[in-house]
């Protein structure tokens, strides 16, 4: 799980929700923006943004690639937007309001692929898999709209071929997320909180059962990763993510997460946490012309971060060498280094004597907004023989340094061997 981060979407009617980026020790939030469907595609992830309003409210269609979000679609003829899915250059949505699912094209054009009889969200189709062909889940074939509420979906879901329109499992409660993995479909069945696998032949061979609304699946190669939304009744509660063994699905982890629904869970590139903590920020010089009116008077009292850095105990004077500084905005203010007031970072070297001697500095690659952070590589040139103190810190140009997040060591400098 190394080269992988997993990735995490929620939302909730208490307004609560984002992106997060979760391991067994803690969960990092990446946006506040509540969202459901994630997708993976060729050097891109999508997700779907999801407005409170069901029915009424505007669909979103945000696309990254490795830097930030490369592209942004309103997609105003999708209702209640549920799943996304990679479809060659375009992407397919599931409109669970208008009872379809549909393509975007790379030139955002909408397509119909699939639609189901019955009025709007009869059906309440939610999710697509790709195993060799594209398949979808829904509650249940009914007619009228939301038909499926209370116990009447019970036992009814399917799941199908979308191609042919072959059922490959029936007798579903509530389902979600259904995913192949090593020959067998595992499906979220919501209601019951259960995980569910299967045989080729669509028996249902075990089950986890994990509590709350399981919805969001994503498998590694050695887990089962679940998502647990909390019980909608329950309002003091909140989601988890849970880790099952991919074998026998017995649960090993269980995280807590700072929203009350959780949709997607998907296992993607580190690269796409940084992009979705930059989103639209992609561009310095603009980002930073539209927050120079917030500079014109520096606020330090709401200048804050967190440095960290990996710092040698002795280096060779003269020598120059690079080290890789990981910094965290956590304050109130943005931070960047363009002007009027741009903030760098820098190194400085104090000797026995409390002497200063100022150091590199290096521009942040982004301008990071409060709780975003970024990796600098940073220059350092060793000074004189003698012992110091390195400090590598923040510094508001021309006004001051953020005190208080430095990375400080005790460096010996050495002359060279003749």
Not at 145 to 155: H, L, S
Request: aromatic letters at 6%.
């Amino acid at each position: 799980m190394r080269d992988t981060v997993v990735l995490v979407s929620g939302f909730g009617d208490d307004g609560r929700g984002g992106v997060f980026a979760v391991a067994e020790d803690g969960v990092e939030i990446l946006d506040s923006l509540p969202t459901v469907g994630l997708a993976v595609g060729d050097k891109q992830l999508a997700r779907l943004l999801r407005a409170p309003g069901e029915l009424t409210g505007s669909t979103e269609l945000l696309v990254y690639d490795t830097r930030g979000i490369v592209e942004y679609r309103r997609l105003d003829a999708v209702r209640d937007p549920h799943d996304v899915l990679a479809d060659g250059d375009g992407w397919l949505v599931v409109s669970t309001g208008t009872n379809e699912i549909v393509r975007v094209d790379a030139r955002g054009a909408l397509d119909s692929v699939w639609r189901g009889n019955g009025e709007a969200d009869a059906w309440h189709v939610n999710c697509l898999a790709r195993s060799g062909a594209l398949y979808a889940s829904a509650f249940g074939k009914f007619a009228s709209f939301k038909q499926w509420r209370g116990r009447r979906a019970v036992g009814r879901g399917r799941m199908w071929n979308i191609g042919t329109g072959e059922i490959v499992l029936e007798g579903l409660t509530h389902p979600h997320t259904p995913r192949c993995a090593d020959g067998r479909w595992i499906v979220c069945e919501s209601l019951g909180g259960a995980v569910s696998r299967f045989d080729a032949g669509g028996k249902r061979t075990d089950e986890a059962i994990l509590g709350g609304y399981t919805r969001g699946l994503a498998v590694t190669e050695e887990h089962i990763l679940v998502g647990v939304s909390a019980p909608r009744d329950d309002r003091a509660a909140t989601a988890h993510v849970v880790w099952l063994d991919r074998s026998s699905l017995v649960e090993q982890q269980r995280v807590a997460l700072p929203c009350r629904e959780v949709y997607d869970v998907v296992a993607a590139e580190p690269a796409y946490a940084d992009a979705i903590r930059t989103g639209f920020a992609t561009n310095p010089y603009r980002v930073g012309t539209l927050l120079a009116a917030q500079w014109k008077k520096a606020d330090r009292a709401a200048d804050a971060c967190k440095i960290r850095a990996a710092l040698p105990a002795e280096r060779v004077a003269g020598d120059r060498f690079t080290i890789e500084v990981e910094i965290e905005n956590t304050g109130s203010s943005w931070l960047g280094s363009v002007d009027p007031q741009p903030v760098f970072v820098a190194s400085r070297w104090i000797d026995g004597s409390g002497t200063q001697v100022d150091g590199d500095r290096m521009a942040l690659p982004v301008v990071l907004g409060p709780g975003q952070r970024t990796l600098v590589a940073l220059p350092i040139s060793a000074p004189a023989p003698g012992d110091y103190e390195l400090n590598v810190a923040l510094v508001r140009e021309g006004l001051y340094w953020l005190d208080g997040a430095s990375a400080r060591v005790e460096v010996r400098t050495r002359a060279p061997n003749c």
